[in-house]
């Protein structure tokens, strides 16, 4: 019987992640999950490990009024407001989307910038401001807070069990960064799935996930992998048109509460 394992989110793109017991899901996936970024004062161009190892050193946990509590090794702990939806509104740019959302403050950025080391701002996008999924998946109506493309991410634990085999040691899901484990099924199982159920909520599976060189990124120290696995042994078997797939990209229809150990359907 496929169930669901694991429930991970990420307040803070490209910050650690927190492991939930349950979670609610809203209009944009896990309720909290990537609502805030990081961007480069100058260019408003978002931050993530890939270029900033260190992120993975700092934590931002939400708070159900939907602010942060920022905290790294070194440095005090600083609680952050939510701003207002339409305040101190800041141009971004992620990927190839450019949108206005607002800014959390001097306090935030200036904490922000002497742990990143260059001038930062913190930002946050309220469900008014989200942007649209990537075109040409899904429904058009579909939209993203700031994950790379997609609401959620999913990964069978199978997966991650057949890769850590073949690379030869075991490997930290989190380097992964998904939202949904699901456990019980075959390896990459879910490659084949279009529509599930979880608990009372349905979710369409809408493309696969690409896979970049974070996931050499070691999640508890940001080191590089000296032999750039897991990617090394991806692209041996996981590579379709020149990308590396591992993990399925799906978007929530209707909102509800989803708990570790609620049993998954596959509907299609």
């Given at each position: 019987?496929?169930?669901?394992?694991?429930?991970?989110?990420?307040?803070?793109?490209?910050?650690?992640?927190?492991?939930?017991?349950?979670?609610?899901?809203?209009?944009?996936?896990?309720?909290?999950?990537?609502?805030?970024?990081?961007?480069?004062?100058?260019?408003?161009?978002?931050?993530?490990?890939?270029?900033?190892?260190?992120?993975?050193?700092?934590?931002?946990?939400?708070?159900?009024?939907?602010?942060?509590?920022?905290?790294?090794?070194?440095?005090?702990?600083?609680?952050?407001?939510?701003?207002?939806?339409?305040?101190?509104?800041?141009?971004?740019?992620?990927?190839?989307?450019?949108?206005?959302?607002?800014?959390?403050?001097?306090?935030?950025?200036?904490?922000?910038?002497?742990?990143?080391?260059?001038?930062?701002?913190?930002?946050?996008?309220?469900?008014?401001?989200?942007?649209?999924?990537?075109?040409?998946?899904?429904?058009?109506?579909?939209?993203?807070?700031?994950?790379?493309?997609?609401?959620?991410?999913?990964?069978?634990?199978?997966?991650?069990?057949?890769?850590?085999?073949?690379?030869?040691?075991?490997?930290?899901?989190?380097?992964?960064?998904?939202?949904?484990?699901?456990?019980?099924?075959?390896?990459?199982?879910?490659?084949?799935?279009?529509?599930?159920?979880?608990?009372?909520?349905?979710?369409?599976?809408?493309?696969?996930?690409?896979?970049?060189?974070?996931?050499?990124?070691d999640p508890r120290t940001g080191e590089r992998s000296a032999d750039r696995e897991p990617l090394t042994t991806l692209k041996t078997y996981r590579e379709r048109d020149g990308e590396v797939m591992f993990g399925q990209n799906l978007v929530?229809?209707?909102?509800?509460?989803?708990?570790?150990?609620?049993?998954?359907?596959?509907l299609e």
């Amino acid at each position: 019987m496929l169930r669901l394992s694991a429930l991970y989110r990420y307040p803070l793109k490209s910050a650690r992640g927190e492991t939930l017991r349950q979670s609610p899901l809203d209009e944009l996936g896990l309720a909290g999950d990537r609502r805030w970024m990081l961007v480069d004062e100058a260019s408003g161009r978002f931050l993530t490990q890939r270029a900033v190892g260190k992120m993975s050193q700092l934590s931002a946990l939400w708070n159900v009024a939907g602010g942060l509590t920022l905290s790294a090794p070194g440095y005090s702990t600083l609680d952050v407001a939510l701003p207002g939806k339409d305040e101190a509104l800041r141009g971004v740019t992620i990927w190839s989307d450019t949108l206005r959302v607002p800014d959390a403050g001097d306090e935030a950025a200036a904490w922000l910038s002497a742990f990143i080391g260059k001038p930062t701002r913190l930002v946050h996008v309220p469900p008014e401001r989200a942007r649209l999924t990537q075109s040409g998946y899904g429904k058009e109506e579909d939209r993203v807070a700031f994950a790379d493309g997609f609401p959620l991410l999913l990964i069978g634990q199978s997966s991650l069990d057949d890769l850590s085999r073949k690379v030869g040691r075991e490997l930290e899901m989190l380097r992964f960064r998904p939202n949904l484990v699901i456990e019980g099924g075959e390896a990459f199982a879910e490659d084949g799935w279009k529509r599930i159920r979880i608990g009372e909520v349905e979710f369409r599976l809408v493309k696969p996930c690409s896979r970049c060189i974070l996931t050499t990124l070691d999640p508890r120290t940001g080191e590089r992998s000296a032999d750039r696995e897991p990617l090394t042994t991806l692209k041996t078997y996981r590579e379709r048109d020149g990308e590396v797939m591992f993990g399925q990209n799906l978007v929530n229809d209707g909102q509800g509460l989803l708990e570790v150990g609620m049993p998954v359907t596959v509907l299609e």
